[in-house]
C-alpha cells in the first residue's frame, strides 16, 4: 500500500526511482530523483490546510525576490503557482505534497561545532533572511505556537517534570525571560522564520574554510516577533557543543549586526532568549518522553542542549558586555560616557601615591621583554618579590605596563583549559606603580568602600579595597588597589565614604600583599557585569578586545598620558613585511598563517600574547626549551672563553669521551662541526678517504643537509625543480618504506628484496667505471615519511656495500641521542655497526654542534690529508653544552620517557585508526612518529590536503606537528624528549577533532 501511493506521487511530480524517507516532525519528506535533479519531495500532515503550504511557497518567493543570492527552496514547478497535488496515502488520508529542488551538504548538527567564520557567516545569512521577510504577511500556523520565543512562558506550569537542580536551572531562565519581556514587548516585530536549527541549516563542509551554507529550509513554523527571536534560536542550536560557546555566539551575533544593525537592547535580550529558546526545547522532549518512555533518543537528543545550559564556565553577566563588544558597541550604555568624563579630567585626579608618576621609569615584564618567570608555568616566590630586579630595573619607583602580556601568572586559576597549551589568561589589565611597602594609597577621586579584605592567597591582591565613584552625570565606575597592607581592609566599612586625595590604605609588603614585591595594581572598570566578586586582573589575549572594553587604561585617573603606561605589542604584521623584505622566499614559513615564538619551557613554545603551544614537531631542543642547565653552562663558559679545536682544553675530550662511551668500542675518533650538514661533508669525506671510491649508495627521497655535497645525496633536495638532478657518481636505492613501498609488510623477506637492490646499484658503479666509496642513509628516513626499515635491511646493504668496499655511514640526525627510547641511536634497533655515525640537531639542544664518529683506520686514511680545521666546530662552548644534553638525558630519565611516551602516543594513535579511515598507517619508535593519511585504505592514495589541514588546525588548537613524505601526507611527531602524558592526552584529543573535521569535509 505504501509503495502505491508513493508511486502516485513519483508520476505527479516525475519523480524516477525510489523516494527515500527522511526526518520530519508531523510532516513526512522524501528524497528522490527527477530529470531536473534531485528533489525532496515534502507529504504534508493528513488533514493539513493548504494556506499553510501556500504559505511557505510564497514567503521562499518572497524572499527570493528580496535576495536572489540566499540559499532557500527552490520550488517545483518553478513557473506553476500552485506547487502542490492532493495524493492519498496508504492509510487512507489526503495528503499535499510538494516538491523542492534538493540541496547539496548535510545538516549543520551533523558537520559538528562550526569555526567562528562560519557563524559569522551564518549570522549574516540569518539577518539576510530577516530583511528579506519584513515585509512578507504570515499567518503562524498553530502547530508553531509552542516554538514562538515570545509565548514560551508555556513550559513554566511543566517545570516540576523536571528533577531538582534542573528544575531549579529552569526556573531561573524563565524568571529571566519574564523580567525582559516589557523590552522584548517594545521591539517592532515582523515575520520570522523561526526555526533555523541545526538540522534546518545545510552545510558543505570544506578542508581549511569555513563550510558554505548551502541552504536554509522548513518555513513550516514561521511566526511573527521580534529579530532576537530570530537569532536566539538560530545561535541556540548553532553554539551546541562548541568549545567556546560565547566566543562562538559573539561571532554569530556580530556577523548579523554587520548586516542589519542591533541596538544594545535587542543585543542584551540574546542571551536570555538564547537560553529560553532551549529551556523551551528541553521542557517539550521532556513532556514528550513521558508519551515515549522507552525511546533514548527523546534524552540523548537533548543533552547538547543540557550541556549548554548546565555549562558553568559560560559567565551569563559578561554576555550582554561580550556581545556589545563584538558588535563594535559599548559595553554599557554608560561606559562610553564614563570613558569620555575620565579622559576629560586627566591631570586633575589627587596623586594615587601623593607625587606625580610622570617621571617614573618604566619597567616591561612582557613575554617578549622580561625572562622572568624563568619556568612560564612557576614563578617562584623569590621571582614574584624581585620583579625590578629580573628585568633589570634598578628604581625603587617605576611603572608596569597596562595591557601587557606577561607570563607571570602560572597559578592553575589563569588557565582556561585542562591542559598546559590550554589558553590562559596573561593580559594585564591595570597599571602597577612599583613603590616602597608602607607609601600611603590616595583616592584620585571621591569614592565610597564598594570591598575592603584580605586575601591571603599565594600571589593573590593581599589587602584589597574597592572604590565605588559616580560621574557629575551619575554613571558609576568602580576603581581596584590590589596589594596593600594586611591592616587596611581591616579599617574600612563598604559604603564608607573616601574623599578625592584621601591616604585611604598603604602598600602592602610581600610578606602581607601576595608575595610580590612592593606595588600598586590600579584598575578601573566601567561596568561590574563579569566582574565578579573577584575582579579578574589579568585577560585571556582571545578575550582582549572585550576586556579592554570593560577595564580600559586607567592613565588618566593617574594624570598620565595613556601611551606613557600602555604596552606596544609585538607587530607581527610588521614582522612578517620585513622578513619578506630581508629574506629570499624559499626561507619559508610553517603554517598557513604564521606564529612568532617569543619564549620556551621544556615541549611548549609562548607567542607574542603569551599563548602556549605544545612543542611535538622540534627535535633540537631535545631536553626542552630553555633548559636551565644549558643555559648555566653556556653562561659559565662564556664568562671563560670561547675558543677553538687549535688550542688544548678539557671540553672536547670530555665530549668526546661520553660520545664514544655511547656507540660501539670501535667508533672512536671524534671530529666536531657546526652542523648536520658539515658533518656530512666529513663523512663523505672520510669514505672517500678511506675507500679509495667516491661513488655513494643512497636511498631515495633522502635529507642529508644544506650544502653542496649534502644536496648531492639527497634525493628530497636533487630531484626538486631547478637542482640539476642526480649526479652520476649517485646512486639510489628504494626507501625502505614498507607500508607504502614496493615490497610490503605481508612479504616477509622485504627487508632483503629491499637491500638487493643495492646490488643493482653497485653493478651501476662498475658500469659507469666508477668505485663506491660508501652508502649513506638516515637510519630511519625522516623526510621521506618518518620510516622504520624493516628488520635486517640495513644488516643486509651493509653487507653488500663493504664486500664492495665501501664505508657505511648512519646519519643519526634525527635518531640519536635517545629519542628512540630503547635505542640510543636508530643503528641499535637494526643491529648494525656503522663505520661513520653523523650527528647534528639535537647535539647542542638548539646550540650549533654537529659530530662525526668513526674508527681509527678510517680516520688515519683521511688524516694523510691537509690539516682538518672547522672555525666554531668543537669549540669549548659547543663542547660544554653537548655534554651536558648528553648528561641531561640520562640524569633526567629521558630515554626512558621517550619510550614510555612513544607507547602512550603510539597506542592512542591505533585507537584513533580504528575509527578513522583516513589513517592508514600509525608507526615509530619512541618519539620519532609518523601517521600517514590516505584516501582510501586500499589504493593508499596519499590525503595531502588533509594532513595540510590537519597541521594547521593542530596549530590553531595551540600544538605544532610537521608534515614529511613525498607526497606530504605523513603528520610527524617528534618532541622534545620531555613531553608528558597530559600532552600526549592533549595530542589525542585535539587530533581526533581535526579528524572529524576531514571526515566532514569529504561526506
Ligand atoms: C637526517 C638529517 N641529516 C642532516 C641534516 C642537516 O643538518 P643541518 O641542518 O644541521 O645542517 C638534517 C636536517 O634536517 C637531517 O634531518
Given at each position: 500500500?505504501?509503495?502505491i501511493?508513493?508511486r502516485?506521487?513519483?508520476?505527479?511530480?516525475?519523480?524516477?526511482?525510489?523516494?527515500r524517507?527522511?526526518?520530519?516532525?508531523?510532516?513526512?519528506?522524501?528524497?528522490?530523483?527527477?530529470?531536473?535533479g534531485?528533489?525532496i519531495?515534502k507529504?504534508m500532515?493528513?488533514?493539513?490546510?493548504?494556506?499553510?503550504?501556500e504559505?511557505?511557497?510564497?514567503?521562499?518567493?518572497?524572499?527570493?525576490?528580496?535576495?536572489?543570492?540566499?540559499?532557500?527552496?527552490?520550488?517545483?514547478?518553478?513557473?506553476?503557482?500552485?506547487?502542490?497535488?492532493?495524493?492519498?496515502?496508504?492509510?487512507?488520508?489526503r495528503?499535499?505534497?510538494w516538491?523542492?529542488?534538493?540541496?547539496?551538504?548535510?545538516?549543520?548538527?551533523?558537520?559538528?561545532?562550526?569555526?567562528?567564520?562560519?557563524?559569522?557567516?551564518?549570522?549574516?545569512?540569518?539577518?539576510?533572511l530577516?530583511?528579506?521577510?519584513?515585509?512578507?504577511?504570515?499567518?503562524?500556523?498553530?502547530?508553531?505556537?509552542?516554538?514562538?520565543?515570545?509565548?514560551?512562558?508555556?513550559?513554566?506550569?511543566?517545570?516540576?517534570?523536571?528533577?531538582g537542580?534542573?528544575?531549579?536551572?529552569?526556573a531561573g531562565i524563565?524568571?529571566?525571560?519574564?523580567?525582559?519581556?516589557?523590552?522584548?514587548a517594545?521591539?517592532?516585530?515582523?515575520?520570522?522564520?523561526?526555526d533555523?536549527?541545526?538540522?534546518?541549516?545545510?552545510?558543505?563542509?570544506?578542508?581549511?574554510?569555513?563550510?558554505?551554507?548551502?541552504?536554509?529550509?522548513?518555513?513550516?513554523?514561521?511566526?511573527?516577533?521580534?529579530r532576537?527571536?530570530?537569532?536566539?534560536?538560530?545561535?541556540?542550536?548553532?553554539?551546541?557543543?562548541?568549545?567556546?560557546?560565547?566566543?562562538?555566539?559573539?561571532?554569530f551575533?556580530?556577523?548579523?549586526?554587520?548586516?542589519?544593525?542591533?541596538?544594545?537592547?535587542?543585543?542584551?535580550?540574546?542571551?536570555?532568549?538564547?537560553?529560553?529558546?532551549?529551556?523551551v526545547?528541553?521542557?517539550?522532549?521532556?513532556?514528550?518522553?513521558?508519551?515515549?518512555?522507552?525511546d533514548?533518543?527523546v534524552?540523548?537528543?537533548?543533552?547538547?542542549?543540557?550541556?549548554?545550559?548546565?555549562n558553568?564556565?559560560?559567565?551569563g553577566?559578561?554576555?550582554?558586555?561580550?556581545?556589545?563588544?563584538?558588535?563594535?558597541?559599548?559595553?554599557?550604555?554608560?561606559?562610553?560616557?564614563?570613558?569620555?568624563?575620565?579622559a576629560?579630567?586627566?591631570?586633575?585626579?589627587?596623586?594615587?601615591?601623593?607625587?606625580?608618576?610622570?617621571?617614573?621609569?618604566?619597567?616591561?615584564?612582557?613575554?617578549?621583554?622580561?625572562?622572568?618567570?624563568?619556568?612560564?608555568?612557576?614563578?617562584r616566590?623569590?621571582?614574584?618579590?624581585?620583579?625590578?630586579a629580573?628585568?633589570?630595573?634598578?628604581?625603587?619607583?617605576?611603572?608596569?605596563?597596562?595591557?601587557?602580556?606577561?607570563?607571570?601568572y602560572?597559578d592553575?586559576?589563569?588557565?582556561?583549559?585542562?591542559?598546559?597549551?590550554?589558553?590562559?589568561?596573561?593580559?594585564?589589565?591595570?597599571?602597577?606603580?612599583?613603590?616602597?611597602?608602607?607609601?600611603?594609597?590616595?583616592?584620585?577621586?571621591?569614592?565610597?568602600?564598594?570591598?575592603?579584605?584580605?586575601?591571603?592567597?599565594?600571589?593573590?591582591?593581599?589587602?584589597?579595597?574597592?572604590?565605588?565613584?559616580?560621574?557629575?552625570?551619575?554613571?558609576?565606575?568602580?576603581?581596584?588597589?590590589?596589594?596593600?597592607a594586611?591592616?587596611?581592609p581591616?579599617?574600612?566599612?563598604?559604603?564608607?565614604?573616601?574623599?578625592?586625595?584621601?591616604?585611604?590604605?598603604?602598600?602592602?609588603?610581600a610578606?602581607?600583599?601576595?608575595?610580590?614585591?612592593?606595588?600598586?595594581?590600579?584598575?578601573?572598570?566601567?561596568?561590574l557585569?563579569?566582574?565578579?566578586?573577584?575582579?579578574?586582573?589579568?585577560?585571556?589575549?582571545?578575550?582582549?578586545?572585550?576586556?579592554?572594553?570593560?577595564?580600559?587604561n586607567p592613565?588618566?585617573?593617574?594624570?598620565?598620558?595613556?601611551a606613557?603606561?600602555?604596552y606596544?605589542p609585538?607587530d607581527?604584521e610588521?614582522?612578517?613585511?620585513?622578513?619578506?623584505?630581508?629574506?629570499?622566499?624559499?626561507?619559508?614559513?610553517?603554517?598557513?598563517?604564521?606564529?612568532?615564538?617569543?619564549?620556551?619551557?621544556?615541549?611548549?613554545?609562548?607567542?607574542?600574547?603569551g599563548?602556549?603551544?605544545?612543542?611535538?614537531?622540534?627535535?633540537?631542543?631535545?631536553v626542552?626549551?630553555a633548559?636551565?642547565?644549558?643555559?648555566?653552562?653556556?653562561m659559565?663558559?662564556l664568562?671563560?672563553?670561547?675558543?677553538?679545536?687549535?688550542?688544548?682544553?678539557?671540553a672536547p675530550?670530555?665530549?668526546?669521551?661520553?660520545?664514544?662511551?655511547?656507540?660501539?668500542?670501535?667508533?672512536?675518533?671524534?671530529?666536531?662541526?657546526?652542523?648536520?650538514?658539515?658533518?656530512?661533508?666529513?663523512?663523505?669525506?672520510?669514505?672517500?678517504?678511506?675507500?679509495?671510491?667516491?661513488?655513494?649508495?643512497?636511498?631515495?627521497h633522502?635529507?642529508h643537509?644544506?650544502?653542496t655535497?649534502?644536496?648531492?645525496?639527497s634525493?628530497?633536495?636533487?630531484n626538486?625543480?631547478?637542482?640539476?638532478?642526480?649526479?652520476?657518481?649517485?646512486?639510489?636505492?628504494?626507501?625502505?618504506d614498507?607500508?607504502?613501498?614496493?615490497?610490503?609488510r605481508?612479504?616477509?623477506?622485504?627487508?632483503?628484496?629491499?637491500?638487493?637492490?643495492v646490488?643493482?646499484?653497485?653493478?651501476?658503479?662498475?658500469?659507469?667505471?666508477?668505485k663506491?666509496?660508501g652508502?649513506?642513509?638516515?637510519?630511519?628516513?625522516?623526510v621521506?615519511?618518518?620510516i622504520?626499515?624493516?628488520?635486517?635491511?640495513?644488516?643486509?646493504?651493509?653487507?653488500?656495500?663493504r664486500?664492495?668496499?665501501?664505508i657505511?655511514?648512519?646519519?643519526?640526525?634525527?635518531?640519536?641521542l635517545?629519542?628512540?627510547?630503547?635505542?640510543y641511536?636508530?643503528?641499535?634497533?637494526?643491529?648494525v655497526?656503522?663505520?661513520?655515525?653523523?650527528?647534528?640537531?639535537?647535539l647542542?639542544?638548539?646550540?650549533?654542534?654537529?659530530?662525526?664518529?668513526?674508527t681509527?683506520?678510517?680516520?688515519?686514511r683521511?688524516?694523510?690529508?691537509?690539516?682538518?680545521?672547522?672555525?666554531?666546530?668543537?669549540?669549548?662552548?659547543?663542547?660544554?653544552?653537548?655534554?651536558?644534553?648528553?648528561?641531561?638525558?640520562?640524569?633526567?630519565?629521558?630515554?626512558?620517557?621517550?619510550?614510555a611516551?612513544?607507547?602512550?602516543?603510539?597506542?592512542g594513535?591505533?585507537?584513533?585508526?580504528?575509527?578513522?579511515?583516513i589513517?592508514?598507517?600509525?608507526?615509530?619508535?619512541?618519539?620519532f612518529?609518523g601517521?600517514?593519511?590516505?584516501?582510501?585504505?586500499?589504493t593508499?592514495?596519499?590525503?595531502t590536503?588533509?594532513?595540510?589541514?590537519?597541521?594547521?588546525?593542530?596549530?590553531?588548537?595551540?600544538?605544532l606537528?610537521?608534515r614529511?613524505?613525498?607526497?606530504?601526507?605523513?603528520?610527524?611527531?617528534?618532541?622534545?624528549?620531555?613531553?608528558?602524558?597530559?600532552?600526549?592526552?592533549?595530542?589525542l584529543?585535539?587530533?581526533?577533532i581535526?579528524?572529524?573535521?576531514?571526515?566532514?569535509?569529504?561526506?
Amino acid at each position: 500500500m505504501a509503495d502505491i501511493w508513493l508511486r502516485e506521487v513519483a508520476e505527479q511530480f516525475g519523480v524516477r526511482g525510489p523516494l527515500r524517507r527522511l526526518g520530519g516532525e508531523y510532516d513526512l519528506n522524501f528524497r528522490g530523483e527527477t530529470a531536473e535533479g534531485d528533489v525532496i519531495v515534502k507529504a504534508m500532515r493528513p488533514r493539513g490546510e493548504a494556506a499553510l503550504v501556500e504559505q511557505q511557497c510564497a514567503a521562499i518567493r518572497h524572499a527570493l525576490a528580496a535576495d536572489p543570492a540566499l540559499p532557500l527552496p527552490c520550488l517545483l514547478p518553478a513557473e506553476e503557482v500552485r506547487v502542490w497535488r492532493e495524493v492519498t496515502d496508504e492509510a487512507g488520508h489526503r495528503r499535499m505534497v510538494w516538491v523542492q529542488r534538493a540541496f547539496t551538504g548535510i545538516p549543520m548538527g551533523e558537520a559538528g561545532p562550526q569555526s567562528p567564520a562560519f557563524l559569522s557567516e551564518l549570522g549574516a545569512l540569518t539577518a539576510r533572511l530577516d530583511l528579506a521577510l519584513r515585509d512578507f504577511t504570515v499567518t503562524p500556523s498553530p502547530d508553531a505556537a509552542k516554538w514562538d520565543l515570545t509565548r514560551a512562558g508555556w513550559i513554566k506550569p511543566h517545570l516540576d517534570l523536571l528533577d531538582g537542580s534542573r528544575r531549579g536551572l529552569v526556573a531561573g531562565i524563565i524568571a529571566a525571560y519574564e523580567a525582559l519581556a516589557p523590552s522584548l514587548a517594545r521591539l517592532p516585530r515582523q515575520t520570522l522564520h523561526n526555526d533555523l536549527n541545526d538540522f534546518n541549516i545545510l552545510v558543505e563542509p570544506r578542508l581549511g574554510e569555513p563550510a558554505r551554507i548551502s541552504g536554509l529550509i522548513d518555513f513550516g513554523d514561521m511566526t511573527i516577533g521580534p529579530r532576537v527571536c530570530e537569532i536566539a534560536i538560530t545561535a541556540a542550536y548553532a553554539i551546541l557543543d562548541h568549545e567556546t560557546p560565547e566566543a562562538a555566539l559573539a561571532a554569530f551575533v556580530a556577523g548579523y549586526h554587520a548586516v542589519s544593525p542591533l541596538s544594545a537592547e535587542e543585543i542584551d535580550l540574546i542571551w536570555p532568549l538564547t537560553r529560553m529558546r532551549l529551556a523551551v526545547s528541553v521542557v517539550n522532549s521532556t513532556i514528550e518522553a513521558r508519551g515515549r518512555p522507552d525511546d533514548p533518543y527523546v534524552t540523548i537528543s537533548q543533552a547538547p542542549a543540557w550541556r549548554l545550559l548546565e555549562n558553568a564556565a559560560i559567565d551569563g553577566e559578561l554576555m550582554g558586555p561580550r556581545l556589545r563588544n563584538a558588535c563594535g558597541l559599548p559595553v554599557t550604555d554608560a561606559a562610553g560616557r564614563i570613558a569620555a568624563w575620565i579622559a576629560g579630567q586627566r591631570g586633575r585626579f589627587a596623586p594615587v601615591l601623593g607625587r606625580p608618576l610622570d617621571d617614573l621609569p618604566a619597567g616591561s615584564l612582557a613575554v617578549a621583554e622580561a625572562t622572568i618567570p624563568q619556568n612560564p608555568f612557576h614563578l617562584r616566590a623569590d621571582e614574584a618579590r624581585h620583579l625590578g630586579a629580573g628585568i633589570g630595573v634598578t628604581a625603587e619607583w617605576w611603572l608596569g605596563h597596562y595591557g601587557e602580556p606577561r607570563l607571570v601568572y602560572t597559578d592553575k586559576a589563569f588557565r582556561k583549559g585542562p591542559w598546559l597549551a590550554s589558553n590562559r589568561r596573561t593580559i594585564h589589565m591595570a597599571v602597577d606603580i612599583f613603590a616602597p611597602a608602607g607609601e600611603p594609597v590616595r583616592a584620585p577621586l571621591a569614592g565610597r568602600v564598594a570591598l575592603a579584605e584580605n586575601r591571603t592567597g599565594h600571589l593573590d591582591y593581599g589587602g584589597v579595597v574597592i572604590l565605588e565613584h559616580r560621574t557629575p552625570d551619575g554613571d558609576v565606575f568602580h576603581t581596584l588597589y590590589g596589594h596593600l597592607a594586611a591592616k587596611v581592609p581591616a579599617g574600612l566599612t563598604p559604603g564608607q565614604e573616601i574623599a578625592a586625595g584621601e591616604a585611604f590604605a598603604e602598600l602592602g609588603p610581600a610578606g602581607e600583599n601576595g608575595g610580590w614585591e612592593p606595588h600598586l595594581h590600579f584598575q578601573l572598570a566601567l561596568t561590574l557585569n563579569g566582574m565578579g566578586h573577584d575582579w579578574p586582573g589579568v585577560a585571556d589575549p582571545d578575550d582582549w578586545a572585550l576586556w579592554q572594553a570593560i577595564c580600559p587604561n586607567p592613565a588618566a585617573l593617574l594624570n598620565l598620558p595613556d601611551a606613557r603606561v600602555a604596552y606596544r605589542p609585538v607587530d607581527e604584521e610588521a614582522l612578517l613585511a620585513e622578513r619578506k623584505v630581508r629574506f629570499g622566499a624559499n626561507l619559508k614559513l610553517s603554517y598557513k598563517r604564521p606564529v612568532t615564538f617569543l619564549r620556551g619551557w621544556r615541549h611548549h613554545l609562548f607567542d607574542t600574547m603569551g599563548r602556549p603551544y605544545l612543542d611535538a614537531y622540534n627535535n633540537v631542543p631535545h631536553v626542552g626549551h630553555a633548559h636551565p642547565r644549558i643555559r648555566k653552562v653556556a653562561m659559565d663558559q662564556l664568562a671563560r672563553m670561547n675558543s677553538n679545536t687549535r688550542y688544548l682544553h678539557p671540553a672536547p675530550m670530555a665530549l668526546a669521551e661520553r660520545l664514544t662511551a655511547k656507540l660501539p668500542k670501535e667508533l672512536e675518533i671524534c671530529f666536531f662541526v657546526n652542523s648536520g650538514s658539515e658533518a656530512n661533508e666529513l663523512a663523505l669525506r672520510l669514505a672517500r678517504a678511506a675507500s679509495g671510491g667516491y661513488d655513494i649508495v643512497t636511498p631515495d627521497h633522502g635529507y642529508h643537509g644544506n650544502t653542496t655535497g649534502a644536496i648531492d645525496i639527497s634525493a628530497y633536495k636533487f630531484n626538486k625543480p631547478n637542482m640539476g638532478g642526480r649526479k652520476p657518481w649517485v646512486q639510489l636505492v628504494d626507501v625502505a618504506d614498507d607500508y607504502r613501498g614496493r615490497f610490503r609488510r605481508d612479504d616477509p623477506d622485504r627487508a632483503q628484496h629491499y637491500a638487493q637492490q643495492v646490488d643493482g646499484a653497485l653493478a651501476a658503479i662498475v658500469e659507469r667505471g666508477g668505485k663506491v666509496a660508501g652508502f649513506i642513509a638516515e637510519t630511519f628516513p625522516s623526510v621521506g615519511g618518518q620510516i622504520i626499515p624493516p628488520p635486517g635491511y640495513l644488516a643486509a646493504v651493509y653487507e653488500r656495500i663493504r664486500a664492495a668496499g665501501g664505508i657505511c655511514i648512519a646519519d643519526e640526525v634525527q635518531t640519536g641521542l635517545g629519542r628512540l627510547g630503547d635505542y640510543y641511536f636508530g643503528f641499535e634497533q637494526q643491529q648494525v655497526r656503522p663505520d661513520i655515525v653523523v650527528l647534528g640537531k639535537p647535539l647542542g639542544n638548539g646550540h650549533p654542534i654537529g659530530a662525526v664518529i668513526t674508527t681509527r683506520a678510517i680516520a688515519e686514511r683521511f688524516a694523510e690529508g691537509p690539516e682538518y680545521f672547522s672555525t666554531f666546530g668543537g669549540s669549548n662552548l659547543s663542547c660544554r653544552i653537548a655534554s651536558e644534553v648528553l648528561d641531561i638525558v640520562e640524569e633526567e630519565g629521558l630515554s626512558a620517557n621517550a619510550r614510555a611516551m612513544g607507547e602512550h602516543l603510539l597506542s592512542g594513535l591505533r585507537a584513533l585508526a580504528q575509527h578513522h579511515s583516513i589513517i592508514g598507517d600509525v608507526r615509530g619508535i619512541g618519539l620519532f612518529l609518523g601517521l600517514e593519511l590516505v584516501e582510501d585504505r586500499d589504493t593508499r592514495v596519499p590525503a595531502t590536503e588533509a594532513a595540510a589541514h590537519v597541521m594547521n588546525r593542530l596549530r590553531e588548537m595551540r600544538i605544532l606537528v610537521g608534515r614529511e613524505g613525498p607526497a606530504d601526507n605523513i603528520l610527524k611527531i617528534r618532541p622534545p624528549l620531555t613531553i608528558a602524558a597530559d600532552d600526549v592526552g592533549m595530542i589525542l584529543d585535539r587530533l581526533r577533532i581535526c579528524l572529524r573535521e576531514v571526515e566532514a569535509a569529504r561526506r
